[in-house]
């Protein structure tokens, strides 16, 4: 079941429809009997006007109940869609969002003490408003069991992957996939968020520094080394970080040295010790749990997963 609110981003909308909807198992059937249900018979999804053909009554019935983002995350939620959401809840239906979707159902209360992930853009505000959430900014989706959330936009497809794969199994899941014209890259626990610090500061702010680091990341930089490059004093400089970017100096070049290290397990055979020291770090033992932190898997799980590449394969395969 798909939940229609009031504003509902269109493209969160017809992710679990095209990517569930188009699930079939071994046998044919379908592995998925989508409908969508909304807080009001016609519901407003930016320039679209949808008219749905249930109510809130539907979700009663639902195995899973699927909530797309919504224009205006933080705008009132119906009452009545916030009851349903708890009352699905107690019964163990379970419920997923979909990009800032999951503002609605931290709204319900469903996520306090959980943790959760949400668009990245979103992620502080999300935080701020639901501080018993916590919050995951780096993870394309988190499952914790009954609940799942995913970021934005494309991250809903890696999501609704993921749930068929829980539900149907590894060749149901990348058959899925092939439908969907979309990679079986990041179900289960590799909830692998490529991690991507670019220069977008305005030119009066971080943006050189940025740049700089992008080009030096690996090289043995320290704290200081940042401060002088960007003329200022380590105090400002961790307080200018944190407002223009969120992290600290350290954190933003960890962030580099490990997209880094992510292109060159995708791209090159070399051993993850060698990807290690070209990226810039001096330790191995480092390397592999800052990747895990930042990626959720291993380096060579990184590689396992992202060296697949699609190639023509029957029909009936199990394997993309």
């Known amino acids: 079941m798909v939940l229609a609110l009031p504003g509902t981003i269109s493209f969160d909308l017809a992710t679990p429809i095209e990517v569930l909807g188009r699930v079939r198992l071994p046998d044919g059937r379908p592995g998925y009997r989508v409908l969508v249900c909304g807080s009001e018979p016609v519901v407003d999804a930016g320039p679209l006007r949808l008219a749905v053909d249930h109510g809130l009554d539907a979700l009663a019935g639902a195995e899973t109940i699927v909530v797309p983002g919504r224009y205006d995350p933080s705008a009132p939620v119906p009452g009545a869609a916030l009851d349903a959401l708890r009352a699905a809840a107690h019964a163990g239906v379970r419920i997923a969002s979909i990009c800032v979707g999951a503002f609605t159902l931290a709204a319900a209360g469903l996520l306090d003490g959980r943790r959760a992930t949400t668009h990245w853009a979103a992620a502080a505000r999300l935080a701020a408003a639901f501080p018993a959430v916590r919050v995951d900014p780096e993870v394309l989706y988190v499952d914790t069991g009954q609940i799942v959330t995913s970021a934005g936009a494309t991250a809903g497809v890696d999501m609704c992957l993921h ?83 969120g992290r600290t100096p350290m954190q933003w070049v960890t962030g580099v040295r490990i997209r880094r290290a992510q292109e060159l397990l995708e791209r090159t055979d070399h051993g993850v010790d060698r990807i290690c020291h070209l990226v810039g770090f001096a330790s191995p ?10 990626s959720g898997v291993s380096p060579q799980a990184y590689r396992s997963t992202f060296r697949a590449r699609p190639r023509a394969v029957p029909e009936d395969s199990g394997r993309p």
């Open 163 to 245: 749930l068929v794969r829980r539900d149907h199994g590894a060749a149901v899941a990348a058959d899925a996939a092939r439908r969907a014209v979309a990679p079986l890259h990041r179900d289960g626990g590799q909830a692998q968020f490529i991690v991507r610090p670019g220069g977008h500061a305005a030119p009066a702010g971080l943006g050189s520094v940025l740049q700089w680091l992008e080009a030096h990341a690996d090289e043995p930089l320290t704290l200081a080394d940042v401060a002088a490059r960007a003329g200022l004093s380590v105090r400002t400089l961790n307080r200018r970080f944190h407002e223009e970017t």
């Open 285 to 294: 033992a480092h390397f592999r749990a800052q990747f895990k932190r930042l």
